[in-house]
């Protein structure tokens, strides 16, 4: 079965649309990071620093690690046996 050459004359130029629409786009983000003085990157840097560590909760004093489980593993494989 043959291709019309129309059809890959097609695909090429939509292929080239999307590397040009991409590059836009990349050329676009990096303008925009480019925009932020060292003192706005600094602010967002605390604030998600503060933001972070406020989700994350304090352990409490009688929480531990569950103990190992090595041990209550072979357990249960022995009794499958």
């Known amino acids: 079965m043959r ?3 129309r059809v890959w004359k097609l695909l090429g130029l939509a292929g080239l649309a999307g ?3 991409t590059g836009a786009v990349l050329v676009r983000g990096e303008r925009q990071r ?3 003085t060292p003192d706005d ?3 967002r840097l605390h604030e998600r620093h503060v933001a972070a560590t406020a989700a994350v909760p304090e352990p409490a004093a009688g929480d531990e690690p569950p103990g190992p489980v090595r041990r209550d593993l072979r ?3 022995r009794r499958r046996r």
């Open 41 to 43: 990157v600094r602010a």
């Open 19 to 21: 590397v040009a629409a």
């Open 75 to 77: 357990s249960r494989l």
């Open 34 to 36: 480019r925009a932020y």
């Open 3 to 5: 291709v019309p050459e």
